[in-house]
């Protein structure tokens, strides 16, 4: 499987488990759809903590995400995001307006 999906109560956790490129992140966006009308989550998480590797389509994956949470009354956040992952969402801004949360432990033992 190339990305998990967990709902706890008023919250879905999405987390990728491989490289999101074209391919995977075409996948993730029509089962994270899916699931977000489904279950009409108050907050979605965004967790990377598996994953190394994002290229510009992952930014189109969460800014899709962004707006169709966002449209439905709910949140976004993103958490656990270092090395290449960190700087593709710096550079792009999307810090700007999406909340990225990293817990520390995590972060650490994973970056290193």
Not at 10 to 18: D, G, H, M, R, S
Not at 43 to 58: A, E, Q
Not at 89 to 110: A, D, F, Y
Request: hydrophobic letters at 40%; one cysteine or more.
């Amino acid at each position: 499987m190339e990305f998990e999906f967990m709902q706890e109560s008023k919250t879905l956790v999405i987390t990728p488990t491989a490289e999101i490129d074209h391919h995977l992140s075409e996948k993730i966006r029509r089962k994270a759809d899916y699931e977000i009308q489904r279950h009409m989550p108050k907050k979605v998480v965004l967790d990377f903590t598996k994953i190394n590797f994002m290229d510009s389509s992952g930014i189109g994956l969460i800014i899709g995400r962004y707006k169709t949470v966002h449209m439905l009354g709910g949140e976004l956040e993103i958490e656990n995001a270092c090395g290449n992952v960190k700087r593709v969402l710096e550079m792009s801004g999307i810090s700007k307006i999406i909340k990225i949360i990293n817990n520390e432990e995590e972060i650490n033992e994973k970056c290193m």
